[in-house]
């Protein structure tokens, strides 16, 4: 059974940074895409990140030169840099990864004060 836990949010200020980690267990078969969601209260949620087996990345517009996605297979691990941290990027950021189904974590909450 496949599981993906998040971690390493928290409260942090304006400007501050910080760094999620996704760990992925359990899977038998290789992951291919790793992306980071976000959702804040009352919104949807959003794409954040994509980083391809490969190593290729996107970004929301909202989030580029602030934020890096980055992955470390041999630990089936993806992280997010996030840097210059903004009030608008409070949210409950989501780790989804794609072998040949799709998983989410639980989710891990960021919350930048002004």
């Known amino acids: 059974q496949v599981q993906v836990v998040e971690s390493g949010g928290g409260l942090v200020q304006a400007g501050g940074s910080l760094r999620l980690s996704c760990a992925v267990s359990?899977?038998?078969?290789?992951?291919?895409?790793m992306r980071w969601y976000r959702q804040a209260p009352g919104k949807q949620r959003e794409l954040v990140a994509t980083?391809?087996?490969?190593?290729?990345?996107n970004y929301a517009d909202s989030v580029k030169g602030r934020f890096s996605i980055s992955r470390e297979n041999a630990e089936n691990t993806v992280y997010l840099q996030m840097n210059n941290l903004k009030p608008e990027d409070t949210a409950v950021y989501y780790c989804?990864?794609?072998?040949?189904?799709?998983?989410w974590g639980q989710g891990t909450q960021v919350t930048v004060s002004s």
């Open positions: 989804h990864v794609i072998t040949i189904d799709g998983y």
């Open positions: 980083i391809t087996k490969g190593g290729s990345t």
């Open positions: 359990g899977n038998r078969f290789t992951i291919n895409t």
